[in-house]
């Protein structure tokens, strides 16, 4: 029985199991969270599918994404990250990761959690839309423009509009899948 798929997924193994089990699946574990605004942010300018095939190493370059560790990370680190070849070696993305991880705590400690803050944008809820078609999904919305400019002035970096977008989409505060992909109703 052939499955219905939203098509930006392709047939390459790992973004199709990505797309079924992970992208627009709600994530409230701020563990997870900061991993993905980690791999969202080195995503910023490239596609999507060079950043998955690099994530396990990212894992391990960043220490399984352990933001406490990270808001600590000293210049010999981000040295020796630069000339780690498994991830993409850009210093302004190595540096943002470190601020992101200072200020990620910070939101922690002004509203209990990452999660309690983020999903407050959404009610908590994820925003269900009616796609029909890739070219259907906005590179950005209203939303993503006003959580891009509160973490912006909370002091993250590499947090535009388009890349809080495609974090969102990534968390499952909304559901970006086709109609007719077999996700959308189980995320509905």
């Known amino acids: 029985m052939e499955i219905n798929r939203c098509s930006w997924c392709g ?18 574990d701020d ?12 995503q910023a300018g490239l596609s999507w599918i060079t950043v998955l ?4 190493n990212f894992r391990k370059a960043f220490d399984a994404f352990d933001y406490k560790k990270i808001a600590h990370y000293p210049d010999t680190k981000v040295e020796a990250l630069l000339l780690d070849a ?17 200020a990620f705590m910070n939101i922690q400690k002004e509203f209990g959690s990452f ?6 944008f959404v009610d908590g809820k ?14 950005n919305t209203e939303l993503s423009t ?10 993250f970096k590499f947090v535009g509009s388009t890349v809080i977008y495609a974090l969102m989409q990534a968390i499952g505060m909304v559901n970006d899948h086709g109609e007719d ?8």
Do not use: M
Request: some cysteine; charged content about 30%.
């Open 11 to 28: 047939t390459d193994p790992l973004y199709v199991a990505y797309h079924d089990t992970e992208w627009g699946e709600p994530v409230k």
């Open 31 to 42: 563990d997870r969270l900061f991993e993905f605004l980690t791999l969202e942010t080195f």
């Open 53 to 56: 095939r690099k994530r396990e």
């Open 86 to 102: 498994g991830i993409i070696r850009n210093r302004l993305k190595v540096n943002a990761t470190i601020t992101n991880a200072q």
């Open 115 to 120: 999660s309690d803050y983020i999903w407050g």
């Open 126 to 139: 994820p925003l269900q839309t009616h796609c029909k078609a890739p070219s259907d999904l906005p590179a």
């Open 146 to 155: 006003e959580l891009s400019k509160d973490l912006k002035k909370r002091g």
């Open 181 to 188: 992909c077999f996700r959308y109703k189980a995320l509905s």
